[in-house]
């Protein structure tokens, strides 16, 4: 779709020069160098539209809901808040503590990855938790929507619930990170599957997806899921564990005679040099997403940029830098526009490729 004029650099560029390349207002593929095919790019940009939205507290997450409301996860402001497509605050949600990721499911009700404080003992205590937004309830109210926790884990006080994203069947994927991996049976870092009445089901530990490891179809320290289309189990997800070779993959289910397991949606055997199997492409991915034409989006917070790849996983835009991103967390994308929560700077940014405008 959208198309960029291929450059004939070196096809791996080393990280620092990458890194060079983001100090400016802006950077794109062609800085980056490319395995694209030679049709795949043409002369497109993504625009900054005017006018920006200001006004909150860390915001960690950005998502477009399918009424289409808009709604941000304020990690410091501790809520949800509410936006009509024009960038008008509705309202938001009662307290929920240090919001991180957002999803919504086919009910209209919203699933957000947070935070909630205790006394055990005498002594303070802070968990992990998921929670659900009854906005239908409310009547779409999200100021007065009830905010129930779901799920917490009362034995594992350090675990983290960093990315959730729906599935058809209203069930849902959640990843979970913390600093202990050395179980077997139970580490901290997991994908872990709900269904749609808020149940933990087995965790999603299908032979072919491994922790703690360097290769594809490994997770260490999961940042964000997404998945790909509601009549499909596949997910995107990303990482930034220091052992990460791969920190933005597609893992699908395949089955192969009588055996079932997940992997790596890509090959380099099958599928040569992708863009999006460079090691140590990126930095810090702390979100991804996918239009409806299967393209994919990924913020990273460490070189604040925004990547797109098509779903070949060839790489088709790449901008920011630190003038114009500040540790950005959160991508979505809806009707032709592109909705960043840059988080450093306390705004959401919204893009337009050049060739959508009028």
Not at 296 to 306: Q, Y
Not at 320 to 341: H, M, N, S, W
Request: proline share 5%.
């Amino acid at each position: 779709m959208v198309h960029k004029t291929k450059y004939t650099f070196p096809l791996l560029i080393a990280l620092t020069a990458l890194l060079a390349s983001a100090c400016g207002d802006t950077f794109d593929a062609s800085d980056l160098g490319t395995t694209a095919p030679p049709n795949s790019y043409g002369d497109t940009s993504y625009v900054l539209q005017q006018p920006i939205w200001t006004g909150f507290e860390e915001p960690a997450d950005v998502h477009l809901g399918f009424e289409p409301f808009i709604y941000v996860a304020e990690r410091g402001a501790h809520r949800v808040t509410m936006l009509d497509v024009a960038g008008t605050v509705i309202g938001s949600s009662s307290e929920i503590l240090r919001p991180t990721a957002i999803s919504q499911d086919y009910r209209l009700d919203l699933l957000v990855c947070g935070e909630f404080d205790t006394t055990i003992g005498g002594r303070q205590a802070t968990f992990g938790a998921i929670y659900r937004v009854h906005l239908v309830d409310a009547g779409h109210s999200i100021a007065g929507a009830r905010v129930e926790r779901v799920y917490f884990d009362a034995l594992n006080p350090d675990r983290r619930f960093t990315g959730v994203t729906v599935l058809g069947d209203n069930s849902y994927y959640v990843t979970r990170t913390g600093p202990n991996n050395s179980s077997l049976v139970d580490p901290d870092d997991a994908v872990m599957l709900f269904n749609r009445e808020d149940e933990l089901r087995p965790r999603v530990e299908w032979p072919g997806l491994s922790i703690d490891g360097t290769g594809l179809a490994t997770m260490t320290v999961p940042t964000s899921i997404s998945t790909i289309s509601p009549y499909s189990s596949d997910f995107l997800f990303t990482q930034k564990g220091e052992k990460s070779l791969f920190r933005a993959q597609w893992i699908t289910q395949r089955t192969t005679g009588d055996i079932t397991q997940w992997e790596s949606f890509y090959s380099p055997a099958r599928d040569g040099d992708l863009d999006l199997l460079r090691v140590s492409l990126f930095d810090r991915p702390e979100d991804i997403t996918a239009d409806d034409a299967g393209n994919i989006f990924v913020i990273d917070a460490g070189l604040d940029s925004l990547f797109r790849f098509t779903s070949s996983g060839f790489i088709t835009q790449a901008f920011g830098g630190k003038e114009q991103f500040d540790e950005p967390e959160g991508v979505a994308y809806f009707d032709r526009t592109l909705y960043i929560a840059d988080t450093g700077n306390n705004r959401i940014l919204r893009f337009v490729l050049s060739t959508e405008l009028d």
